[in-house]
């Protein structure tokens, strides 16, 4: 009963994150860590530093539940902070997964920066990530890697997927079309947005992300429009449309959210294990071009007697 209670109550945090995403770039102040990992002693934070040498905090937070032996990776959207955005790693880690959360430069405890205004993303976002994903080869290498992004995080876990990083990718109101949501944020808020350079090629690179994928889109998400048919070349892609707005996952489907994230993730082992079980059809031919060399030996053998 305790820790349903406790799971309720991270929960509530996260239902009212609902619609937070500014569409333009409002980093989250600094906050007290100490009040967090006295509240949460799983959570453990630390400095991290980017190849550009920025400084950047980091949140570890080790699972309270059953070890899976999954690190799961969180890219929080274009406002807040760690602290904002706790409760989707709190409930990961009930649930058995570590994950890790890490401020944005220019975001909570990180290194300053300056962000131009209405600025969709920088390029800078997906370093830190980047940088974030080598901390957890570093400190967890056995562990299965996944990537999970929120809205503008999608953006940096589609940076890290086509450099053929992590094992697995969850996002909730996934940017599936850039030109597209930069168009509808200019029309539906009038507010006109600018990109990277680099994001040119945003759009078709999606076709080469490999890795499985969950995507929890809102049926009445006007900015990210669920489209699971950009990810054509991922091994695997579930679309969940829930009753929801922009970034309304868990308000839609409450512990259903998290509960479904669990079944996604369990399903890839299942799939890692049926397809070392099953026998590949050029191992088969392979087996019967031996056989039938090895009975034309035989012949050639005895014809020789």
Request: aromatic fraction near 12%.
């Amino acid at each position: 009963m305790e820790q349903i209670v406790r799971n309720l109550s991270t929960l509530a945090i996260i239902l009212g994150l609902g619609c937070t995403a500014v569409f333009g770039i409002k980093p989250g102040g600094r906050y007290d860590t100490r009040s967090i990992t006295q509240k949460y002693p799983n959570v453990t934070f630390t400095r991290v530093t980017t190849p550009d040498r920025y400084h950047l905090q980091l949140a570890d937070i080790a699972p309270t539940g059953k070890d899976k032996h999954v690190t799961v990776l969180i890219c929080y959207p274009d406002s807040g902070n760690v602290k904002e955005w706790l409760g989707y790693g709190m409930l990961l880690a009930e649930r058995g997964y570590r994950a890790i959360m890490f401020d944005y430069r220019g975001f909570g405890g990180s290194d300053r920066f300056r962000i131009e205004r209405d600025t969709l993303y920088c390029d800078e976002f997906c370093t830190d990530a980047s940088t974030a994903y080598t901390y957890i080869k570093k400190n967890y290498p056995s562990s299965k890697v996944g990537l999970f992004g929120l809205s503008m995080g999608s953006i940096m876990t589609t940076a890290l997927a086509l450099k053929h990083k992590g094992d697995f990718i969850i996002g909730d109101s996934y940017v599936a079309d850039l030109d597209s949501a930069i168009a509808k944020i200019e029309h539906i808020y009038g507010k006109k947005m600018t990109v990277p350079a680099s994001s040119y090629d945003y759009n078709g690179d999606l076709a080469y992300v490999r890795q499985p994928m969950l995507l929890l889109n809102g049926r009445y998400d006007t900015i990210c429009e669920p489209n699971s048919a950009a990810f054509g070349g991922s091994k695997h892609v579930e679309a969940i449309v829930y009753n929801g707005g922009h970034l309304e996952g868990p308000r839609a489907l409450k512990e259903g959210y998290f509960g479904r994230i669990d079944r996604f993730i369990g399903g890839l082992d299942k799939d890692d294990m049926d397809e070392r079980s099953s026998i590949h059809p050029y191992a088969i031919l392979l087996s019967v071009i031996s056989i039938g060399l090895i009975f034309q030996a035989i012949r050639r053998r005895r014809s020789f007697i």
